[in-house]
């Protein structure tokens, strides 16, 4: 079964940086072909999109609240995105997703396929 699984998550300062990746797990996905997003979700919160990035890596979107701070890249030989997030703040704990679908979109429904979501806590 086609499986994306992010890794990087952990424990950060409130002002530090770190890396979120996402990588297809499996044959049966290739990334390359896909459209890439990532979304949060903090405890009692709906899930929020944070960013996504066209197959070719050309084109991205990012939402008001991480714009600046949070930057998506892609290296699709080693079959892989990334998230760089910095200047993190306590707002920005929460279980991180990434997804995979056929265009850029800002809504959960266009994505076919999830990871099973990476912890991020920042301590103040």
């Known amino acids: 079964q086609a499986q994306l699984v992010e890794s990087g998550g952990g424990l950060v300062q409130a002002g530090g940086s770190i890396r979120l990746s996402c990588a297809a797990s499996?044959?049966?996905?290739?990334?390359?072909?896909?459209?890439i997003a990532w979304f949060r979700q903090a405890p009692g919160k709906e899930r929020e999109f944070l960013a996504a990035?066209?197959?070719?890596?050309?084109?991205?979107s990012y939402a008001d609240s991480v714009k600046g701070r949070f930057t998506m890249s892609r290296d699709n030989a080693k079959r892989s995105v990334y998230l760089q997030m910095n200047s993190l703040n306590a707002e920005d704990t929460a279980t991180y997703y990434c997804?995979?679908?056929?265009?850029?979109?800002?809504?959960?429904?266009?994505?076919?396929?999830w990871g099973h979501g990476t912890q991020v806590t920042v301590s103040s």
């Open positions: 990035m066209s197959w070719s890596g050309g084109d991205a």
């Open positions: 499996g044959r049966t996905l290739t990334l390359s072909n896909h459209a």
């Open positions: 997804a995979a679908g056929g265009a850029i979109a800002a809504v959960e429904r266009r994505y076919q396929y």
